[in-house]
């Protein structure tokens, strides 16, 4: 449970992606402005950042991020997962700051962790090529309770 209390923001990001929707997120937080400590976001980006979180999981083949711990992620979906976080920088850089990488993307929304599980690494026309196997290490977000629901 120490855990639960050292990382509310990962608590709250990880509840709002498991018990609200897109339009609940935006409905309760449109128009908040807050000023952060960094000079270019002032103002809530939970929504957006609950729709990259979303597409990532997609691409990566996850139904549910919150409940994916264990879940062995393949070389081909972790390429399109990164293909597309670079083809959208810009939107996630505004999102989430200086997270640039799916690894980075998922340790800083909940706490996910993904490591290499299997490397291999393989050379073809002089170019090195990764179809490493990654798999998802999770907290245990299935001990979550709906926080409306009392």
Known sequence: ?????EHRGWVTNVSIER????????AKRFGKLWQTHRS???LDMTATKLVVVKKLASKLGVPQL???N???ISPGAYDKAASWVRANEEQIHLSFGRADTVKAIL???GGHKL???QRSRTRVNGVRTDASVRKIFSPPWELLK???AR
């Open 1 to 5: 449970m120490d855990h639960f209390n």
């Open 19 to 26: 018990f609200e929707t897109f339009d609940e997120v935006v």
């Open 40 to 42: 270019s976001e002032w």
């Open 66 to 68: 919150w409940a994916a």
């Open 70 to 72: 264990g879940t062995i």
């Open 107 to 109: 340790l800083s929304w």
């Open 115 to 117: 490591k290499v599980e």
């Open 146 to 148: 709906n926080p409306s």
